[in-house]
T-cell receptor
Framework: GAVVSQHPSWVICKSGTSVKIECRSL??????MFWYRQFPKQSLMLMAT?????????EQGVEKDKFLINHASLTLSTLTVTSAHPEDSSFYIC????????????FGPGTRLTVL | AQSVTQPDIHITVSEGASLELRCNYS??????LFWYVQSPGQGLQLLLK??????LVQGIKGFEAEFKRSQSSFNLRKPSVHWSDAAEYFC?????????FGAGTRLTVKP
């Protein structure tokens, strides 16, 4: 149980285009989902927290207009990187938390974004 | 402020040798503690977690960790390392919406 999937697992795009990454909780309802970014050889940095049906809360320094987060259902959250640039290339990982497992986040496998 | 410190950026051990990865934390309340492992290009896999109770926690792949409140530590141990254990290890502290990760320790295993 408690499986989180991400799609796509990797994506390459041209500078200036937008990319959407999906995060799904497969066997539980995720009241809260989180988006992290991880640069090579670094730790995970929280970008934003989203609750189903409400606006995401962004961490300081994360541009909310550039990284659009939608959590429209209890099993799906999307991260859209708008007008992507090479510096946005990174490993994006989502996690989800259900009501019963409120002490623990379940992590997706990550999405590798490369912007050319 | 909540924080997690993994003092060792990189550790090299010989296959079959014992391993201890250090984790120290600073947290306002009783923490929930986690150890994750990440192979290159992969997501995080939960090794073990501590919420309450017995301070010695057993995890997957033969790993264990001990919570020591007096030392604010949650060190990860394995009695005999296998070559497949080579990876990045992250300690995390928190609960619910507030989770903080350490910088990670990269484990190299020598044959």
């Amino acid at each position: 149980g408690a499986v989180v999937s991400q799609h796509p697992s990797w994506v390459i795009c041209k500078s200036g285009t937008s990319v959407k990454i999906e995060c799904r909780s497969l066997d539980f309802q995720a009241t809260t989902m989180f988006w992290y970014r991880q640069f090579p050889k670094q730790s995970l940095m929280l970008m934003a927290t989203s609750n189903e049906g409400s606006k995401a809360t962004y961490e300081q320094g994360v541009e909310k207009d550039k990284f659009l987060i939608n959590h429209a259902s209890l099993t799906l959250s999307t991260l859209t990187v708008t007008s992507a640039h090479p510096e946005d290339s990174s490993f994006y990982i989502c996690s989800a938390r259900d009501w019963e497992g409120w002490n623990e986040q379940f992590f997706g496998p990550g999405t590798r974004l490369t912007v050319l | 402020a909540q924080s997690v410190t993994q003092p060792d950026i990189h550790i090299t051990v010989s296959e079959g040798a014992s391993l201890e990865l250090r984790c120290n934390y600073s947290y306002g309340a009783t923490p929930y503690l986690f150890w994750y492992v990440q192979s290159p290009g992969q997501g995080l896999q939960l090794l073990l977690k501590y919420f309450s109770g017995d301070t010695l926690v057993q995890g997957i792949k033969g790993f264990e960790a001990e919570f020591k409140r007096s030392q604010s530590s949650f060190n990860l141990r394995k009695p005999s390392v296998h070559w497949s254990d080579a990876a990045e290890y992250f300690c995390a502290v928190g609960a619910g919406n507030d989770m903080r990760f350490g910088a990670g320790t990269r484990l190299t295993v020598k044959p």
